[in-house]
């Protein structure tokens, strides 16, 4: 038993292990494993769920209703023989049993608007599913990406440490040889540690990066995820067209599910206007029914009461009508849900040219930074390209004693500025890209 106890976990270990252990992961699998584990996504799905089944519930109350009654009534003293209708003064006991069903024919139309209304409220939520994917998404695109950043900064701090750990081993021989003084192995060591300090907080700062991508994504028992090392790709394909914010608008706002959601939420309200209006309007329903029952009192000519089966025969009654319902007056109660089903209506069409508005000015300001985008991440390569050479140069001068410890520092300082903002761009412009091309109803993610 220990054996197969044993084994079985070593089974499940190496199934883990070959889980969690991942080679890297896109950001498509990413993003796909976020949907499927994330929890607060349930919680709008459990949401469409109840919409849907109240939608459900409302098509079926069109359906006729069918209540059985049965009733057992014991009466002490003075009371009503229901047999024969006159007063005894016995104590008896009777059973009746009834069977009726109804439907409305006419409600003001609240029942119709009602399906209507729910209908249109079960289609919003699931377009606010699909729009809280969405998010869930671009949180993990965001977070996939500050990944790719902060890795990228690492190899420059990585780069910067070994060139200072190189000049600190030169100016160390030198000293040695007695071509420097003690003084430059000083500042060539306050560099060093400086560049050791810098590799350290890129680190923190990546490790930090990464759980954040792990918590959106809820990967659990794991501290630790890679992903695609694919950052010099960024920004490689950057349409270098300039965009137009109303072009890319006209097309996000005829499928963005947000914009469609709260549309739906705006006819629905409409639609509640007209229920709570019907209710207005007088009422007519048809009932039948079917009933019997069984009393102690009825007796044959020796006074004996007749038997359950012979009652419950011969006492059975049917009986048919309708129901007419005139509303005159319940303390104005009506009329004022008819006023705040207006008012609710009205809400939920400004709550739509909100949104309208809040998109419109979210693509101009993607549009006015792609656009500027363009322009600075030209001029960034440019300024990569003539640190380079600037701090290639810098460090020759400095091997052959021709400048300092602390002009190399600021050339070198300057070119690791000037990768770290070619990084920043690089990331920026991607995420740009993907937003737009997000909005313009291109595939960036592959969401159902």
Not at 11 to 33: G, K, N, P, R
Not at 142 to 165: N, R
Not at 310 to 326: A, C, P, W
Not at 389 to 408: D, H, P, S
């Amino acid at each position: 038993m220990n054996k197969k106890i044993k084994i079985t976990t070593l089974l499940l270990l190496f199934i883990w292990s070959s889980i969690t252990a991942q080679d890297s992961w896109t950001l498509d699998e990413c993003v796909a494993y976020a949907l499927e584990h994330n929890l607060q996504l349930n919680d709008f799905k459990y949401t469409n769920q109840a919409n849907r089944e109240t939608y459900r519930q409302s098509v079926r109350n069109l359906l006729p209703s069918v209540n059985a009654s049965s009733s057992y009534r014991i009466n002490y003293g003075r009371a009503e023989d229901p047999n024969t209708g006159t007063f005894v003064n016995q104590d008896f006991y009777s059973n009746n049993y009834s069977l009726e069903s109804s439907i409305d024919l006419f409600r003001g139309f609240q029942k119709i608007n009602s399906i209507i209304a729910s209908k249109l409220l079960f289609k919003a939520t699931e377009e606010e599913v699909l729009q809280q994917k969405y998010l869930l998404a671009f949180r993990v695109m965001q977070a996939f990406y500050d990944i790719q950043f902060f890795e990228g900064l690492v190899a420059i701090s990585h780069e910067q440490l070994t060139v200072s750990q190189s000049n600190y081993n030169l100016v160390e021989r030198q000293v040695e040889l007695g071509l420097k003084a003690g003084a430059d192995l000083y500042e060539a060591e306050s560099l060093l540690l400086t560049d050791k300090l810098n590799v350290t907080q890129s680190n923190n700062q990546l490790a930090a990066a990464k759980l954040t991508l792990i918590q959106e994504m809820n990967l659990e028992h794991t501290s630790e995820i890679n992903i695609q090392k694919d950052f010099e790709d960024l920004a490689s394909e950057f349409d270098t067209d300039e965009m137009k914010s109303d072009a890319v608008y006209s097309e996000a706002r005829e499928f963005l599910p947000m914009i469609k959601a709260q549309e739906l939420r705006a006819k629905a309200a409409k639609k509640q206007v007209a229920v709570s209006r019907g209710a207005l309007y007088p009422s007519l329903s048809f009932f039948a029914g079917i009933g019997t029952g069984y009393f102690e009192t009825t007796r044959d000519t020796l006074g004996n009461t007749l038997p359950f089966r012979e009652q419950f025969r011969d006492n059975t009654s049917q009986y048919i009508g309708v129901n007419l319902n005139v509303p005159i007056s319940n303390g104005w109660s009506v009329r004022s849900r008819v006023k705040q089903s207006k008012i609710e209506k009205l809400r939920a069409e400004n709550n739509l040219k909100t949104q309208e508005q809040e998109l419109f000015q979210a693509i101009q300001k993607l549009v006015q930074d792609y656009n500027s985008l363009l322009v600075e991440l030209v001029q960034s390569n440019q300024k990569v390209e003539a640190q380079n050479l600037a701090f290639t140069i810098a460090q020759k001068r400095y091997e052959k004693g021709l400048i300092n410890a602390l002009e190399l520092f600021t050339a070198k300082n300057l070119f690791a500025s000037a990768q770290n903002e070619n990084l920043q761009v690089k990331l920026r412009s991607e995420i740009n890209k993907s937003t737009l091309d997000f909005y313009r109803g291109l595939p960036v993610f592959n969401i159902d």
